[in-house]
């Protein structure tokens, strides 16, 4: 499997954006789906994921409310709805495909990361 993710951005703290994930191969449906996120100088952290099917998701708590992960398995694509930005959240995002978990230890493939900036 293969991800792009994209959607990235500077936006202004209070503001949203919208992530997406495309995925390569008809494997999609089967991954549960992740996103991640690592600030400047941090380590990287789970930020929500979504069962294969989208009938599960799990957040971290530090976005619980204002991020919510989806999915489109007919287009191959899981996304990440960002509301009521915060400056905490600039980081680059990165996408994963694996087994529905929290650790990155869950996930077998990643996108290369799209950085969203926000401003104060």
């Known amino acids: 499997v293969q991800l792009q993710a994209s959607g990235g951005g500077l936006v202004q703290a209070g503001g949203s954006l919208r992530l997406s994930c495309a995925a390569s191969?008809?494997?999609?449906?089967?991954?549960?789906m992740g996103w991640f996120r690592q600030a400047p100088g941090k380590e990287r952290e789970f930020v929500a994921t979504?069962?294969?099917?989208?009938?599960?998701?799990s957040y971290a708590d530090s976005v619980k409310g204002r991020f919510t992960i989806s999915r489109d398995n007919a287009k191959n694509t899981v996304y990440l709805q960002m509301h009521s930005l915060k400056p905490e959240d600039t980081a680059v995002y990165y996408c994963?495909?694996?087994?529905?978990?929290?650790?990155?230890?869950?996930?077998?493939?990643w996108g290369q990361g799209t950085l969203v900036t926000v401003s104060s």
């Open positions: 994963a495909a694996g087994i529905f978990g929290t650790a990155e230890g869950s996930y077998d493939y």
């Open positions: 979504i069962a294969s099917s989208g009938a599960s998701t």
């Open positions: 191969g008809r494997t999609f449906r089967s991954y549960s």
